[in-house]
């Protein structure tokens, strides 16, 4: 019975392979559809660029001078360890600007694109890499006008991607596990560098070259985020993204608004000469509590007078509110108080406020509310 016994043992072993052939085949099929189902689980966050230190680059890691946006998207993605396991990320590229030139035409652009892609189900956040210079406004711009509640973080560096400690990379990861996270839903447009998580409305740059450059001075950081793992200290307390009544649904360009320093004994036909350019509106500058010298002041009442013009009292200093009726009544010289936006954000609320026809009686209420 030798031979029958052969087979016997033949088959066996074949069976045996067989078997561990169909476990193995298993294991595989189990590897990848758990690796499948990460991948699906995983939140979807695009990154759309637009340029700045994040993306530059400099002769040497040791040297201050670098050119702004040289760095494209995918170059940046790559460049930061574990951001894979945070996301499914994907990038485009919007702009490849230093954000001194940044414009009503990239922004637009820019709060289009966000609102289509939020539009779908596929895109749960979005992070905007940013030059530092005007990030703060481009945030509150996008704060205004972007209709959702899915995060949209806009992060940048203060240091080129090519210099020694280049902060860009934990920042852009921080930036992504932020819009990745339910808990950031909600909260409008956020500012994130070095670790914080600022609400675009209250940030400023207050620093030309520190790395805790942005701060929100009179309220305070939104939150904060340590190698993605994040938290938040308060809510934001002012209309934004779905409450806001603001819309750039078919607006091609915005009116002129210009901004105005004031100084001691500054030139008194300023105002004149910004109306005379073609401004629609016009935001001072002023000194301490959103003053400026009697000869500005009753430029300002002409200019809505005689041309419609709108003046809105902002501040040189670097934090506080502008109080309407402080000094004098506002409604004497047809004037807005900026409450506690700063010039540039104040320009933004006046543009986009004229864009959509707003007059000068409802305006003090969007500027204490916006
Ligand atoms: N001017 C550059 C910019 O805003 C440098 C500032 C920066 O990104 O840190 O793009």
């Known amino acids: 019975m030798i031979f029958p ?16 052939k169909i476990k193995a085949f298993l294991i595989v ?15 979807n966050v695009k990154i ?8 530059g680059s400099a002769a040497s890691a040791t040297s201050g001078s670098y050119e702004a946006g040289q760095i494209g998207i995918q170059t940046m993605i790559n460049a930061v360890p574990g951001i894979k396991k945070l996301a499914d990320v994907s990038g485009e590229q919007v702009a490849n600007v230093g954000s001194q030139d940044m414009t009503v035409e990239i922004w637009l652009k820019l709060a289009n694109r966000i609102n289509e892609l939020l539009a779908s189900d596929d895109v749960d956040g979005i992070v905007v890499t940013h030059g530092t210079d005007t990030q703060e406004e ?26 020694i400690s280049a902060e860009g990379p934990l920042n852009l990861y921080n930036a992504v596990a932020i819009a990745s996270n339910p808990e950031a839903k909600g909260k409008g447009v956020m500012v994130s560098l070095n670790d914080q998580i600022h609400a675009a409305r209250d940030v400023s740059k207050m620093n030309t070259t520190n790395v805790n ?10 939150g ?15 209309k934004f993204g779905n409450t806001s009544k603001f819309s750039i649904t078919g607006v091609k360009k915005l009116p002129r608004v210009d901004i105005i320093y004031a100084y001691a004994d500054m030139a008194p036909d300023l105002i004149d000469m910004h ?6 509106g016009i935001v001072i500058a002023g000194v301490g509590n959103g003053n400026m010298t009697d000869a500005i002041l009753n430029a300002a009442k002409k200019a809505y007078e005689d041309h419609g013009v709108i ?3 902002s501040t040189r200093a670097a934090t506080g509110w502008v109080l309407r009726d402080n000094e004098f009544k506002d409604k004497d010289y047809h004037t807005v108080a900026s409450g506690d936006l700063n010039p540039a954000k104040a320009r933004i609320l006046l543009m986009l406020a004229l864009s959509m026809g707003e007059k000068l009686n409802d305006m003090q209420e969007l500027f204490y509310t916006y």
């Open 5 to 20: 016994k052969a087979i016997e043992n033949t088959n066996s072993f074949i069976m045996k392979l067989f078997n561990i």
């Open 29 to 43: 099929v189990v590897i990848t559809a758990i690796g499948f189902a990460q991948d699906i689980d995983l939140p």
């Open 48 to 55: 759309l660029a637009t340029g700045g230190t994040i993306a």
């Open 138 to 163: 481009t945030a509150y711009f996008l704060s205004l006008v972007v209709k959702s509640d899915k995060p949209v973080v806009t992060t940048g560096s203060m240091r080129s991607s090519t210099s």
């Open 213 to 222: 450059s942005f701060q929100s001075p009179i309220k305070g950081m939104l």
């Open 224 to 238: 904060g985020v340590f190698y993605g793992r994040l938290g938040f200290f308060r809510e934001p307390n002012t």
């Open 275 to 280: 109306v005379k350019a073609g401004a629609k």
């Open 311 to 313: 003046v809105v009292r």
